[in-house]
């Protein structure tokens, strides 16, 4: 099962309602860490994957955004708008900021909402699992895999669920980016690492970045699955040829779609021919650019579909055999 990770930024909130039914068929799980103080874009979200059937995690305790201090907002919405439906659960933060007696504490008040346990840099691993104690086997966890080694892990071995995290995306200037660079194996190697699930933070990457500055140059990320090495995730980085003003974005996509069709058109990419990718042959066809925000939004897209369709195949599990 996989669990893509989405901070509650307005274009990832879309590519989660655009991408719900296909989300939901899958049986994949969106993780969402609200990180706007309005919730009303993610009460819509919510809504649209109640619709279709699909589930999600909502994070009712951020570390990053305007929900930091205070998360009781995202915890009063889940309540009372969500807490009959069994499709969205809470998920509790557990960063290194928050001990064990505080973690217990949130626990316990979401209880009514079946939360998971979401670890990110938490130090008391140990002092939990033992407060659990045979209430252990009941709970969830997601593991994100940097802060998480193995020793680490196997204090909540017995648990109900374990999902490991892993962040594939390296995150660079625009300019810095190569070509293609090797992206994730988790898909194929997840129950190696005695997890039921897998995730990832899509083409976005773990570091939380506020807005952004000029663009001296516009990157396309597309992820992709390799048969030619063990069905391995790799991305490609599609980079402006301008790269030294912060003028012109509009021009620079146009030079970064030019790239990413070429290798299109060469029959040799290995990238799936999904919803997001038609729409760039669309852009390129009319020479329209969309906006940034939109960019990363087919990107995103590209990426749950590519996981779907691969993990959607009668022999997934048995291609690296």
């Known amino acids: 099962m996989y669990f893509p990770y989405f901070r509650g930024k307005q274009f990832e909130l879309i590519a989660i309602r655009e991408t719900a039914r296909l989300l939901a068929e899958s049986s994949f799980v969106p993780i969402i860490e609200p ?9 819509r979200t919510l809504t649209e994957i109640c619709k279709v059937n699909g589930n999600a995690i909502v994070i009712v305790n951020p ?6 201090e205070d ?63 045979q ?8 593991f994100f895999e940097k802060s998480c080694q193995k020793l ?52 976005v990457g773990d ?25 391995v995730m790799n991305v490609y980085h599609f980079v402006s040829t301008t790269k030294d003003t912060p003028t012109d974005p509009a021009g620079k996509f146009a030079q970064a779609l030019g790239k990413l069709i070429r290798v299109l058109d060469s029959g040799r990419s290995h990238l799936f021919d999904s919803s997001a990718i038609k729409e760039f042959r669309e852009l390129h066809d009319k020479g329209h650019f969309p906006g940034l925000g939109y960019v990363k939004k087919l990107s995103m897209k590209h990426h749950v579909e590519t996981l779907a369709d691969f993990l959607a195949r009668p022999n997934a599990k048995a291609l690296l055999l």
């Open 207 to 231: 570091d939380f970045v506020e807005g952004g500055g000029p663009a001296y140059a516009v990157a396309i990320h597309l992820t992709f699955i390799d048969p030619d090495q063990d069905n």
């Open 63 to 68: 570390f990053h955004g305007d929900h930091a």
């Open 152 to 203: 680490y892990r196997r204090y909540f071995k017995g648990a109900a669920m374990r999902v490991l995290l892993r962040d594939g995306f390296e995150r660079r200037r625009n300019a810095d980016y190569p070509l293609v660079e090797a992206f994730s194996d988790l898909h194929v190697t997840y129950e190696e690492e005695d997890m039921n699930g897998f995730g990832d933070f899509l083409i």
């Open 35 to 43: 990180v706007r103080e309005a919730l009303k874009g993610l009460e």
């Open 71 to 133: 998360g009781d907002s995202i915890s009063a919405l889940l309540k009372e708008g969500f807490c009959d439906s069994e499709s969205i659960t809470a998920g509790i933060l557990l960063h290194k900021e928050i001990d064990a007696n505080a973690a217990v504490e949130c626990y316990e008040k979401h209880r009514g909402l079946q939360p998971t346990f979401i670890h990110a840099g938490f130090t008391e691993a140990k002092a939990l699992a033992a407060m659990l104690g």
């Open 135 to 142: 209430a252990l086997a009941e709970t969830r966890h997601v």
